[in-house]
């Protein structure tokens, strides 16, 4: 049962068309409250969890423990002062925050979610393909970032962007491949072997378990998408002012910087589907939804760990690690996941 | 000489304890103090500011000279004192006072002395504390 079929059946009267289209439009805002609401909670989460780190206390005046500081900034950044450069190119920069934040909520439509006891699935809409639709809609987001980045007619924005391109460039193809891997065993199992849901209903133990090296790979992978250290080449903040976003303020800085946050939620969540089990464990049919949002989670604080105690590296040796180790190392990850499959049978 | 080879790091170990070590300061305690409703530790011979007793006054303005940065001037007060007849007392800025306690210590009547107190902001945009304003409590300066 699917949220969106819930709110056909009260809506049916309405007819087919205009009943499944209000369906759509209604469980499309309510996914994107859900989005918000979680990267809210992240921001909050992130913001105690490195003061904590520091042995600072962070928010806490705004609110019982600052809960509401965020609403407080995003307010501050609502009535902010919108401050255009002088020499900017209009269109590209007026329209690249909102292809960042858009192309990421997107993503989050295809996500199977699981079962959440009697409310069903959050998913939008199925698709046998939805692995490569994901992908395909993470590869949107970086054109923001160049838009962006040439758009503000600033030094700074375009050596970001620059950076942040070559970085998504060197890191997207050891991902796919380890994306590939999966694929490969799962096709063993099932016939829509592109589809997310499918790949993770049909698993017999957790694909993080049986090709780690491939977990290894997607999670660096993940960390250079999302771009926060130690490869936050696109915003190097000591370096490049502020990256790609230094010409922004007001709401449109917020959303590329909802948009980071986006980005470490979604690939946590893609880890956590493609290879620690997503909704599957104990009660999953009913209680699946928490389990993917339990290891999501955990998989938050990890990358916010790896955030918080690890320095810039330089660009040169980023795009090295990308072609000439974790290519090689995806391939050789892609060889295992052939001889699993098709020599042992996993 | 033998000179000694650095060990050979293992890749990915460092990365590791340092990511370790970086969430195992999650269970310790914050050192940030709230200040207002918190206080912290104040030592017990702290002194900061000046305060002054008008009846034991004599107006020898020894305070005065003896200020190394002139934070303390002389001010006229008509004011019932007989052991002070040029009716002359002490009226400190705050603003350039270093708290070197030479007024302190060069009184002759002990009637300048420094206090415990050192929240002395206030709405007004000046640190001249007039002599009456010195013999005050700090509480009653700000009303």
Known sequence: MNILHWIYGVLSFLGHDIGYALAYIIESIILLIFVSVMLIFMIYLFRKYMARVQQRIGPNRVGKFGSL????DALKLMGKEIIFPKERDDLPYKVAPYIVFFGLILAFAFLPYGNLSIFGNLTITYSDVSI????????????????AGVGS??????????????????????????????????????STSLSLESIVTTEILPYGILEPIGLFVFFIAMIARASYAPFDMGESDSELVSGYSTEYTGMRFALFYI????????????IALLYIGGFNGPFSSQVGFIWLIVKGLILVLISFTIWLSMPRIRIDRLVNAGWKYLLPISFINLVLAGVLTLGLGW | MEVKEPKKRIPLIGILSGMISVASHLFRKPVTVQYPEVRPYEPERFRFRISLKLDDCVGCTLCEQVCPNGSIKMEKLVRENPRNKRMLYPDVN??????????????????IYLTHEF?????????????????????????
């Not at chain 1, 500081?69 to 407080?72: F, H, R, T």
């Not at chain 1, 980005?263 to 946590?268: M, N, P, R, V």
């Not at chain 2, 902001?121 to 504390?129: D, E, M």
Request: proline share 4%; charged share 20%; hydrophobic share 50%.
């Open chain 1, 69 to 72: 500081q965020l609403i407080a």
């Open chain 1, 132 to 147: 490569i639709f994901i992908f395909a809609i993470l590869a949107i987001m970086p054109i923001g970032e160049v838009l």
């Open chain 1, 153 to 190: 007619h600033n030094k700074y924005a375009l050596m970001g962007a620059l950076r942040s391109v070559a970085k998504d460039v060197s890191f997207e193809v050891p991902m796919m491949l380890s994306v590939l891997a999966i694929v490969m065993m799962a096709s063993a199992r099932t």
């Open chain 1, 259 to 270: 948009g980071l946050f986006g980005s470490i939620f979604l690939g946590s969540l893609l």
């Open chain 2, 94 to 111: 705050f603003g350039t006072c270093t708290v070197c306690r030479n007024c302190e210590e060069i009184c002759p009547t002990t009637a």
């Open chain 2, 119 to 143: 929240e002395t902001a206030r709405t007004k945009n000046s640190f001249l504390y007039s002599p009456l304003e010195l013999a005050m409590d700090e509480k009653e300066v700000k009303k």
